[in-house]
T-cell receptor, first 112, second 117 residues
Framework: RKEVEQDPGPFNVPEGATVAFNCTYS??????FFWYRQDCRKEPKLLMS???SGNEDGRFTAQLNRASQYISLLIRDSKLSDSATYLC?????????????FGSGTRLQVQP | DTAVSQTPKYLVTQMGNDKSIKCEQN?????MYWYKQDSKKFLKIMFS???????INETVPNRFSPKSPDKAHLNLHINSLELGDSAVYFC????????????????FGPGTRLTVL
C-alpha cells in the first residue's frame, strides 16, 4: 500500500460546480497535512494546510479525519483557473525531519 | 523578490557527464530539501538539510551529493549522469518549528528540468 494515495482523476467538472478530493495516508503517526496545487510544468504551490478542526479559505475547505486516516479538499463554485493537479502531502517527521510524502496528485479540469 | 530560486531552469546533457544544480532561498528558513519528480509526476524526497546538517538521505545513489554552504543555499551535484536521472528536480525550504505539528509549510523553487541524452 502506498503511503499517501489519491485518485488520479481526471475530474472534469463544469464551471460553478462543487468538487471534492480525498487522500488517504497509511502512517497513523502523521503529524502535518497539506494540499498543494501544481500547474503544468510548474512547481507545487501551497494551497492550504489542513488542521484537525478543519479549515476554510474562500472557496476551499480542507478536512482531516484521523480515525479513518484521510484528508479532503472541497472546492466550491469552481473556476476555469482552478484547473490543475492537486497534491496532498503528509509528514510524520520529528523536528528537523519534516520532509513531505506526496500523493500522486488528482487532476482537475474545469470546463466552460 | 523570488523566495526559492534554482539554476539552471533547464539542463540538457549527455550520459556520463557531471552537473550541478543550485538553490537559494531568501525566506530565512533553516531547512532545505531536494525532491525529484519523475515522468509519472510522482514527487519524492531525496535529501533534507537543517542548519547545514544533512538530516534526510533517502535511498538515492551516491552519485548524487548535496552540499549546503550556508542555511540559504543547498546545491545538488550529480556525477556520471544516467538516462534514468532525467526528471524535474525541485528545491524547497521550510522553517522548522520544534515541537509544533502545525506549520512547517514548505515552499518550492521553480524546478530544474534535467534531460540526459
Amino acid at each position: 500500500r502506498k503511503e499517501v494515495e489519491q485518485d488520479p482523476g481526471p475530474f472534469n467538472v463544469p464551471e460553478g460546480a462543487t468538487v471534492a478530493f480525498n487522500c488517504t495516508y497509511s502512517n497513523s503517526a502523521s503529524q502535518s497535512f497539506f494540499w498543494y496545487r501544481q500547474d503544468c510544468r510548474k512547481e507545487p504551490k501551497l494551497l492550504m494546510s489542513v488542521y484537525s478542526s478543519g479549515n476554510e479559505d474562500g472557496r476551499f475547505t480542507a478536512q482531516l479525519n484521523r480515525a479513518s486516516q484521510y484528508i479532503s479538499l472541497l472546492i466550491r463554485d469552481s473556476k476555469l483557473s482552478d484547473s490543475a493537479t492537486y497534491l496532498c502531502a503528509v509528514n510524520i517527521g520529528a523536528t528537523g525531519r519534516r520532509a513531505l510524502t506526496f500523493g500522486s496528485g488528482t487532476r482537475l479540469q474545469v470546463q466552460p | 523578490d523570488t523566495a526559492v530560486s534554482q539554476t539552471p531552469k533547464y539542463l540538457v546533457t549527455q550520459m556520463g557527464n557531471d552537473k550541478s544544480i543550485k538553490c537559494e532561498q531568501n525566506l530565512g528558513h533553516d531547512t532545505m530539501y531536494w525532491y525529484k519528480q519523475d515522468s509519472k509526476k510522482f514527487l519524492k524526497i531525496m535529501f533534507s538539510y537543517n542548519n547545514k546538517e544533512l538530516i534526510i538521505n533517502e535511498t538515492v545513489p551516491n552519485r548524487f551529493s548535496p552540499k549546503s554552504p550556508d542555511k540559504a543555499h543547498l546545491n545538488l551535484h550529480i556525477n556520471s549522469l544516467e538516462l534514468g536521472d532525467s526528471a524535474v528536480y525541485f528545491c524547497a525550504s521550510s522553517q522548522d518549528r520544534a515541537g509544533r505539528s502545525r506549520g512547517n509549510e514548505q515552499f518550492f523553487g521553480p524546478g530544474t528540468r534535467l534531460t540526459v541524452l
